[in-house]
């Protein structure tokens, strides 16, 4: 039986997209290497980004229409810094709230989250809708990159809340990519977003082998968990 979903939204992941976030650690910076805020909002306007502040905390909405968010001062042209697209919200249901409801404010956030340019929402949703969003996602990865993932395995409760969904690796020379489900980090905490990550390989320890579960949840902890 497919495990419920209060509400899910999304915004289907192209190969484009999936190209420009693996080429943000090497793309040019301003002269001297210094990213002042004129630089960026140059970079900005030349990709069709913008500035978004309320749905995930400092993020950036691309000019494919998802939501960015990096740990570094700039987003272009720092190798060092972990980078995040997302690409869906989903509202789990909490088995432990016997309403199921968790809050009427949480809905509000979810349309939001609908309301965005060339998203689409469905509501209630199903585990199987997300690992969908997740397949279409993980074909684009794959897509640009002309190879499967590395690892395959079902997501962990402690590292986002929700039924469990496929997460899978693929590894460049310097970066691991991770898509699956993760914890919104704010700026309230109760949503999970689905979100490809490209972060630096150096974050964690070699990559487990595909039987060890436990040291893969791990090492993707170690990856895209702030």
């Avoid at 809050?103 to 979810?110: E, H, K, S, T, V």
């Avoid at 309301?115 to 684009?140: F, K, M, N």
């Avoid at 999970?192 to 490209?198: A, D, K």
Wanted: charged share 20%; glycine share 8%.
């Amino acid at each position: 039986m497919p495990i419920p979903v209060h509400a899910l939204a999304h915004r289907p992941l192209p190969p484009e997209a999936v190209a420009e976030l693996i080429a943000l650690p090497t793309a040019p910076r301003a002269p001297g290497g210094v990213d002042t805020f004129d630089a960026v909002e140059a970079e900005m306007r030349q990709r069709g980004w913008s500035w978004q502040h309320e749905l995930v905390t400092d993020s950036y909405r691309t000019g494919y229409g998802h939501l960015l968010c990096t740990d570094g001062e700039s987003p272009f042209g720092d190798p060092e810094a972990r980078h995040f697209v997302v690409f869906g919200e989903l509202y789990p249901v909490d088995p432990d709230d016997g309403s199921m409801t968790n809050g009427r404010w949480l809905y509000d956030l979810m349309d939001d989250w609908q309301r965005l340019p060339g998203w689409t929402g469905r509501r209630p949703s199903t585990d199987q809708d997300c690992e969908a969003v997740l397949a279409q996602a993980a074909q684009a990865v794959t897509g640009h990159l002309g190879t499967p993932p590395e690892r395959t395995l079902p997501s962990s409760e402690a590292l986002a809340a929700g039924p469990p969904l496929t997460q899978r690796i693929w590894r460049t020379p310097t970066h691991a990519l991770v898509l699956g489900p993760a914890p919104d980090n704010g700026p309230y905490g109760y949503l999970t977003h689905l979100q490809l990550s490209c972060t630096p390989l150096s974050c964690g320890p070699e990559l487990p082998p595909a039987d060890d579960e436990e040291g893969l949840t791990k090492w993707i902890s170690a990856h895209v968990d702030w």
